[in-house]
Every structure is written in structure tokens, then in C-alpha cells.
């Protein structure tokens, strides 16, 4: 078996030493996150360090930046200059603060309104999907979308079963507008 210190790896041995599968191996060179790979004369792939310390950096990377990001920087630090590799470092911190920072402010918006005190309802409070939409700021199918996921679920009036959003129901969209828009991603509701 290769260990990290020998000159030439097979495709098993950079898949076990970088703690993924035999397919990554071969999807992260055939994307260009590993330098090209020399070939025996059977056709059988030689690896190296190189391409090994490039497995476990996409690796590590992937955990914070996410693999798309993950791959950029990769192939960046085999072309570019180490500038433009920093560049895309920076780049990459830059938007997780941001993702970071929406994020929180979206938890700290849905708990103010969340904190709303829902007094006093008339039946005359309620509002339609159009009326929420625009109140929101959203498309009327988004509002159905998140009824039929059973994220906000409003009143049914009869005779045709209009929607109508009862104020603590406009406040449920509220949140989960806010948190949307944040990048959270919110499962549905289970039977």
C-alpha cells in the first residue's frame, strides 16, 4: 500500500489517504481540481503529492466554502498567481460574512415579529394572496407554494375556498419571507 511519502499513488490510494471515494478521485481530476495525472503504459493512473495535498485542500475547503468554491480556488492555485489565488480567498471569506450576518439578521427579525402582539382580530383583518403578496413584496404563487408546502397556511372562505391570511397568519409569512430571503431554507411541515 502507498503511504504519503511515496513518489507515485493509484487512484484507491489518494481516495483512502484524502477520505473520499475512487469516483471523487476521478471527478476532481476530470474538473481540474487535481493536475493532470500521468499515465502507465497499461493506461493506469500515477499520482503523486501534488495531487494528493490537492485532494485534502479541496477537501478542507469544501467544508467551509462549499465545493463549487472549493474547486475555484483549487484550480486557481495550479494557474494562478498566488495574488489571485488570496483573491478568491478573500473573496470567499467576504461572502460567508455576508451569509453570516443575513443570516442573523433574519433570526433577529422573525423573533421581533414573532413578539408581535396579535390583539383584537376582526374578521376585516385578514387579507387576501393578492393583498399579502404585495404587502410582502412577493409573487401570489409563492404565497400558494407556501400553503401547498405547509409553511404558511391560511383560512379557506367559502364559497370557493378563496385563501384569506388571518393577521398571526400574515405574521407566519412575514417570518418565513424574512427567512427565505436570508438563504434559510425552511422543510415543510409534516402530516
Same mark, same amino acid.
Given at each position: 500500500?502507498?503511504?504519503?511519502?511515496?513518489?507515485?499513488?493509484?487512484?484507491?490510494?489518494?481516495?483512502?489517504? %484524502?477520505? =473520499?471515494?475512487?469516483?471523487?478521485? #476521478?471527478?476532481?481530476?476530470?474538473?481540474?481540481?487535481?493536475?493532470?495525472?500521468?499515465?502507465?503504459?497499461?493506461?493506469? !493512473?500515477? @499520482?503523486?503529492?501534488?495531487?494528493?495535498?490537492?485532494?485534502? /485542500? @479541496?477537501? /478542507?475547503? +469544501?467544508?467551509?466554502?462549499?465545493?463549487?468554491?472549493?474547486?475555484?480556488?483549487?484550480? %486557481?492555485?495550479?494557474?494562478?498567481?498566488?495574488?489571485?489565488?488570496?483573491?478568491?480567498?478573500?473573496? +470567499?471569506? /467576504?461572502?460567508?460574512? $455576508?451569509? #453570516?450576518?443575513?443570516?442573523?439578521?433574519?433570526?433577529? +427579525?422573525?423573533? %421581533?415579529?414573532?413578539?408581535?402582539?396579535?390583539?383584537?382580530? !376582526?374578521?376585516?383583518?385578514?387579507?387576501?394572496?393578492?393583498?399579502?403578496?404585495?404587502?410582502?413584496?412577493?409573487? +401570489?404563487?409563492?404565497?400558494?407554494?407556501?400553503? /401547498?408546502?405547509?409553511?404558511?397556511?391560511?383560512?379557506?372562505?367559502?364559497? $370557493?375556498? $378563496?385563501?384569506? @391570511?388571518?393577521?398571526?397568519?400574515?405574521?407566519?409569512?412575514?417570518?418565513?419571507?424574512?427567512?427565505?430571503?436570508?438563504?434559510? !431554507?425552511?422543510?415543510? =411541515?409534516?402530516?
Amino acid at each position: 500500500m502507498a503511504t504519503l511519502k511515496s513518489s507515485a499513488m493509484r487512484t484507491v490510494d489518494v481516495a483512502r489517504h %484524502a477520505g =473520499c471515494s475512487v469516483q471523487q478521485v #476521478r471527478n476532481l481530476e476530470r474538473d481540474g481540481v487535481l493536475p493532470p495525472v500521468a499515465r502507465t503504459p497499461a493506461g493506469y !493512473r500515477i @499520482y503523486g503529492e501534488v495531487h494528493l495535498r490537492s485532494a485534502l /485542500a @479541496y477537501g /478542507a475547503l +469544501a467544508v467551509g466554502t462549499g465545493p463549487v468554491e472549493a474547486k475555484r480556488i483549487v484550480r %486557481a492555485a495550479h494557474r494562478r498567481p498566488a495574488s489571485a489565488v488570496l483573491a478568491l480567498f478573500d473573496a +470567499a471569506h /467576504a461572502r460567508l460574512d $455576508r451569509e #453570516r450576518t443575513d443570516l442573523r439578521l433574519a433570526g433577529e +427579525a422573525a423573533e %421581533a415579529i414573532s413578539a408581535e402582539p396579535v390583539e383584537d382580530v !376582526r374578521p376585516s383583518d385578514s387579507m387576501s394572496v393578492l393583498e399579502l403578496a404585495v404587502a410582502l413584496g412577493v409573487r +401570489a404563487s409563492t404565497l400558494r407554494h407556501w400553503d /401547498a408546502e405547509g409553511l404558511v397556511v391560511p383560512d379557506r372562505v367559502p364559497p $370557493r375556498g $378563496r385563501r384569506r @391570511y388571518s393577521p398571526a397568519q400574515a405574521r407566519d409569512a412575514r417570518i418565513v419571507h424574512q427567512l427565505r430571503g436570508a438563504g434559510y !431554507r425552511i422543510a415543510p =411541515c409534516g402530516p
